[in-house]
């Protein structure tokens, strides 16, 4: 008894069946949990050391090249890449995929263990970082405030993070940009010479004065006591009042002890206002939605509180929940036109209300039999699959094909009653059995195409698409079962009556066809000059069309990079950055500003000079403008300032990756790499599609350099090493050491009076104790002269690499990468060793264009394989999938016509197309 008999004979199991089926999807969708991306991590680890006050040489010398020694020897390593700036080392380890990460986590971790004997002794921390979709901020805002610093400070910590950490489900509340209070010890260089005080002595007293250490144990009267060497700062008090010179000074008699903000250098803005941001992450376990919504309702009644409202103000960046609602709200939609539009056409064809209800029928029942299926997969199979913007988007573009099988299976049943004169049961036994084998396979075939994504998992696409193909696959099984169980039982319990002759459109139709069928077979010969002649014009045309990873379709937001001369104060930056912003906001409306973010310092330097940058968020909805049209817009606003420049960042498609250009240049020495990066820019600025041209070329801020004349500090009893790090102490922010108080623990940071503006000749009378406890100026055993201080140094493979990046205005596809090589090529004559590329986004780009290309070949070599198995030929598969080709006919004509590019979304249409 095959399937649709016992569903015919045995219709109260089959009914019962069905809603023990919509019961468990109905569970399963309110258990099933909620986020944005599908979960996986990738075969990828960070390196961050974090070391202020440094420079790019030091960190390059100390930190970089000895962790690129020990960890370049790494098994799968793929590539290494590290960035060496004045502040940290960052190294990116790239492995191949499969490799066992949390495996090789520890074993970088035990590598780094080997040496950190070699790495300054100040380095702290060595942090290791393996990113995950589920690290990404459920919420993402900005804190404007319009009080004082210190209110600031208080409305975050005492009242905001501790309310949003409180709620169900958040597992981490990150704040950046809010400056901490420190205990800052400003040392008079006067007093110090007075007084006979060695800076780095005072330093070391400091760090051995602030001590707590477990000594062992001890017996005394028969009990055994554990031993402590207590001696911490309790109090700022006992740091000022810390003996000197045997007792008979204080700190606080050469210092001034206080606990305070440090200078301000950095500065975030929201609208104008001065801001914070925030990052709130979730439990792995929590639903997005949910917690989103709980994050967004306590902001709400924070922002209404008597002490904050009106001063404190909430911006909203990123929220996951809207994309997964809004996913979640599409399918809804997909669904109901879906069904509505299949019901529309069903009964202009078949003229029944009743087989169209029975159509209908399969959309919800599929779609529900999918979230069951998805869920048991979670729980016996240890799946992590979860309802998420891919898993949807699968769904979504499931809807249009699961009425398919039920359509071929009803209009066939259909037939037999109409044409054979059977009654309904029947014509449903009859009319089911004779289409089944040909359902079977055109279900099977359309699945098979998203087997090839397991074989392609390495891919960026395959790692994303595989939610989607499961969700497709299962649900296009559910409606393979509706077909031949649920729509047979139906239609021979609702077909019983007289049935209506076909309507005349129809037969017509079906005459009009037949006659061209008959034609076409006669003039055979012909016919195939036409399809080759169809098919080649296509293929040529399709060969035509741009290639590109993502679709162009620019994230709602556009990035300005200012650049500000070294004359430039705080106060000139805030005046500068206050005119733009108010420039923009006086015509919000009209450019669809939603937002402006702003961020600038005059701590560091980027190319000899100053950097800020402002990020104008854009409407999303209503009547806006296109993002190209707004940045002329702005670009035409930029306010015309001596010592500054205004230029646009790299605009970002909606994946998130960087839209554009990017070309490297590979080498050993910075020197040439940045004569070379100049002549490279000259040539790409001769292209008219490129804008924005930028390098990341630094060429390091002014600097005097300080030459130690060993004989003189061996002639005076000191080493150059005490001069190095007795000069290090007056000007470093690092920590000296650290107060633990109730607040937890703060830093204590030693420096002389106008650390800031110290000038050269109050540097040259900084003091030394010599071993014989005689003070020794600097000057009496140092040079100076000025110099450029060295680049921001970045290596690829352990091989300096210098960036340049552009905006383009067709997005930065294959046709304009290549015509900017084929250029480089012929005019730019690189020496030995040194080379060029386009970056680790082109590299992935190339990949996915051989595994998309891999995928289609595979996913059409198994469909012939079930083919041939169910139809027990080698000869009929092939004359199926020769249709296979001319469906690029009507690919190529419209991609052509609308100027859509072939992306990694357009490769998965055109999978599902060859499985249909």
């Given at each position: 008894m095959n399937l649709s008999k016992f569903s015919v004979l045995r219709p109260i199991s089959v009914l019962m069946v069905t809603m023990s089926v919509l019961v468990l999807g109905f569970l399963s969708l309110q258990r099933l949990p909620l986020k944005h991306m599908p979960e996986f991590s990738t075969a990828t680890l960070v390196v961050n050391v974090d070391y202020p006050s440094s420079s790019p040489e030091e960190v390059e010398r100390n930190i970089t090249r000895p962790l690129e020694e020990v960890l370049s020897t790494l098994d799968n390593l793929e590539s290494i890449s590290s960035t060496s700036s004045g502040s940290r080392a960052n190294l990116r380890l790239e492995f191949q995929h499969g490799t066992d990460m949390d495996l090789m986590f520890l074993e970088i971790r035990d590598r780094i263990d080997q040496v950190r004997n070699r790495l300054p002794t100040d380095v702290e921390r060595v942090a290791i970082r393996r990113w995950h979709t589920s690290d990404q901020p459920v919420l993402r805002f900005s804190v404007a405030w319009s009080g004082e610093q210190d209110e600031l400070y208080r409305a975050v910590e005492d009242v905001l993070r501790p309310r949003l950490e409180r709620i169900d489900g958040v597992a981490n509340v990150e704040v950046r940009g809010m400056d901490t209070k420190q205990i800052i010890i400003d040392i008079d260089q006067g007093l110090l010479q007075a007084y006979g005080i060695d800076l780095f002595n005072l330093n070391q007293a400091l760090r051995n004065n602030n001590v707590n250490v477990a000594g062992g144990y001890i017996m005394d009267g028969g009990k055994k006591y554990s031993l402590r060497s207590v001696g911490e700062f309790q109090s700022p008090d006992d740091i000022a009042n810390l003996p000197l010179k045997g007792g008979l000074l204080r700190l606080a008699d050469v210092g001034q002890v206080q606990y305070a903000y440090p200078e301000k250098t950095s500065f975030s803005r929201l609208n104008s206002i001065d801001a914070v941001n925030i990052d709130v992450y979730k439990a792995s376990t929590a639903n997005v939605v949910t917690v989103a919504r709980l994050l967004k309702e306590e902001l709400e009644m924070v922002q209404q509180l008597p002490q904050l409202e009106g001063s404190l103000s909430v911006k909203i960046f990123r929220d996951q929940s809207e994309d997964i609602t809004k996913s979640l709200n599409d399918l809804k939609v997909a669904g109901i036109y879906g069904g509505v539009l299949a019901m529309g056409v069903l009964f202009f064809f078949l003229g029944k209300f009743r087989s169209t209800l029975i159509i209908s029928i399969a959309i919800p029942v599929s779609i529900i039999f999918t979230f069951a299926f998805m869920y048991l997969l979670r729980v016996f199979a240890g799946s992590d699959i979860s309802l998420n913007v891919v898993s949807l988007m699968g769904l979504m573009v499931a809807v249009g094909m699961l009425v398919d099988s039920s359509v071929v299976v009803l209009e066939n049943i259909f037939r037999h009653k109409q044409e054979k004169g059977l009654d309904a049961r029947e014509a449903a036994i009859s009319g089911s059995r004779e289409v089944g084998l040909a359902v079977f396979a055109s279900t099977a075939t359309t699945i098979v195409v998203f087997v090839s994504f397991i074989f392609i998992p390495g891919s960026q696409m395959g790692r994303f698409m595989r939610d989607f193909g499961l969700a497709i696959g299962v649900a296009l099984t559910a409606a393979l079962l509706v077909s031949l169980t649920l729509v047979p039982m139906l239609a021979s319990r609702i077909f019983t009556g007289q049935e209506k002759p076909k309507q005349r459109m129809i037969v017509w139709a079906t005459?009009?066809?037949?006659?061209?069928?008959?034609?076409?077979?006669?003039?055979?010969?012909?016919?195939?000059?036409?399809?080759?002649?169809?098919?080649?014009?296509?293929?040529?045309?399709?060969?035509?069309?741009?290639?590109?990873?993502?679709?162009?379709?620019?994230?709602?937001?556009?990035?300005?990079?200012?650049?500000?001369?070294?004359?430039?104060?705080?106060?000139?930056?805030?005046?500068?950055?206050?005119?733009?912003?108010?420039?923009?906001?006086?015509?919000?409306?009209?450019?669809?500003?939603?937002?402006?973010?702003?961020?600038?310092?005059?701590?560091?330097?980027?190319?000899?000079?100053?950097?800020?940058?402002?990020?104008?968020?854009?409407?999303?909805?209503?009547?806006?403008?296109e993002v190209s049209v707004?940045?002329?817009?702005?670009?035409?606003?930029?306010?015309?300032?001596?010592?500054?420049?205004?230029?646009?960042?790299?605009?970002?498609?909606?994946?998130?990756?960087?839209?554009?250009?990017?070309?490297?240049?590979?080498?050993?020495?910075?020197?040439?790499?940045?004569?070379?990066?100049?002549?490279?820019?000259?040539?790409?600025?001769?292209?008219?599609?490129?804008?924005?041209?930028?390098?990341?070329?630094?060429?390091?801020?002014?600097?005097?350099?300080?030459?130690?004349?060993?004989?003189?500090?061996?002639?005076?009893?000191?080493?150059?090493?005490?001069?190095?790090?007795?000069?290090?102490?007056?000007?470093?922010?690092?920590?000296?050491?650290?107060?633990?108080?109730?607040?937890?623990?703060?830093?204590?940071?030693?420096?002389?009076?106008?650390?800031?503006?110290?000038?050269?000749?109050?540097?040259?009378?900084?003091?030394?104790?010599?071993?014989?406890?005689?003070?020794?100026?600097?000057?009496?055993?140092?040079?100076?002269?000025?110099?450029?201080?060295?680049?921001?140094?970045?290596?690829?493979?352990?091989?300096?690499v210098l960036q340049i990046t552009a905006n383009a205005e067709r997005g930065g596809g294959m046709f304009l990468n290549q015509m900017i090589q084929d250029r480089l090529e012929s005019e730019l004559q690189l020496p030995a060793g040194y080379s060029f590329s386009f970056g680790r986004q082109w590299a992935r780009f190339q990949e996915s264009q051989q595994q998309s290309f891999f995928g289609i070949i595979l996913a059409v070599v198994l469909m012939y394989i079930i083919m041939a198995a169910l139809f027990e030929s080698f000869i009929h598969p092939l004359t199926i999938l020769f249709s296979v080709p001319f469906s690029i006919i009507g690919v190529a004509g419209i991609f052509y016509v609308t100027g859509t590019t072939l992306n990694a979304m357009a490769y998965l249409g055109i999978l599902v197309l060859f499985g249909l």
């Open positions: 005459e009009v066809y037949g006659a061209l069928m008959g034609w076409l077979l006669r003039w055979r010969f012909v016919a195939l000059i036409v399809m080759a002649a169809l098919g080649l014009s296509s293929w040529a045309l399709f060969n035509s069309i741009d290639r590109e990873m993502f679709p162009r379709v620019a994230q709602r937001n556009l990035r300005v990079s200012v650049t500000m001369e070294r004359s430039f104060s705080a106060e000139d930056m805030i005046a500068l950055f206050g005119d733009m912003e108010t420039r923009f906001l006086d015509r919000k409306d009209e450019l669809d500003i939603a937002a402006i973010s702003s961020n600038f310092n005059n701590r560091t330097t980027n190319r000899g000079q100053y950097r800020g940058s402002m990020t104008l968020f854009l409407k999303e909805e209503g009547n806006i403008k707004v940045r002329e817009e702005i670009r035409q606003m930029f306010p015309e300032v001596p010592g500054a420049e205004f230029t646009f960042g790299r605009m970002r498609h909606m994946g998130g990756g960087e839209m554009g250009v990017s070309v490297e240049l590979r080498g050993d020495k910075p020197a040439v790499l940045s004569m070379y990066a100049e002549e490279m820019m000259s040539i790409l600025s001769t292209f008219p599609e490129l804008t924005d041209i930028e390098s990341s070329l630094e060429t390091g801020e002014e600097e005097v350099h300080l030459t130690v004349d060993r004989k003189k500090t061996e002639k005076f009893g000191i080493s150059p090493q005490l001069v190095a790090r007795t000069v290090a102490s007056a000007l470093s922010t690092r920590a000296v050491t650290r107060y633990k108080s109730d607040e937890g623990e703060i830093d204590v940071i030693l420096q002389l009076q106008g650390e800031n503006e110290l000038s050269l000749q109050e540097l040259q009378n900084l003091q030394f104790e010599n071993r014989d406890g005689e003070m020794i100026p600097l000057y009496a055993v140092v040079d100076y002269q000025y110099a450029k201080g060295p680049l921001s140094i970045r290596r690829d493979d352990r091989k300096g």
